[in-house]
């Protein structure tokens, strides 16, 4: 059975720093992309980043790029997400989905749950 865990959300005050994680069971991480979304109350879901198989390519939105990283620990079989100088417009609950192919793109066929980061004062 295919799952993603998302996990690592929480309350963070601006300036701040998280690091979420997607821990996959039921599939071999190593062999797809897999992506990180967002949505904030009230907004549509948005990408945020994405890494390819064996992180040959990496995706970041516009407004993360140099404030977020995207990595994978295929031992662990987790991909991970660093956000740094977090802002309060990054509060959202975090998704991650596996795309089924090995390059991102617009296609994913499972999602974890999600986790919710709020950055606040």
């Known amino acids: 059975q295919v799952q993603l865990v998302a996990s690592g959300g929480g309350w963070v005050q601006p300036g701040g720093s998280l690091i979420l994680s997607c821990a996959a069971s039921?599939?071999?991480?190593?062999?797809?992309?897999i992506g990180w979304f967002r949505q904030a109350t009230g907004k549509e879901r948005e990408g945020v980043s994405c890494?390819?198989?064996?992180?040959?390519?990496?995706y970041f939105a516009d407004s993360m790029k140099g404030r977020f990283t995207i990595s994978r620990d295929n031992a662990k079989n987790t991909v991970y997400l660093q956000m740094n100088s977090l802002k309060p417009k990054d509060t959202a609950v975090y998704y991650c989905?596996?795309?089924?192919?090995?390059?991102?793109?617009?296609?994913?066929?499972?999602w974890g749950q999600g986790t919710q980061v709020t950055v606040s004062s």
């Open positions: 890494i390819s198989m064996y992180a040959l390519s990496t």
């Open positions: 989905a596996r795309s089924p192919g090995r390059f991102c793109s617009s296609d994913y066929d499972y």
């Open positions: 039921g599939f071999r991480m190593v062999y797809y992309a």
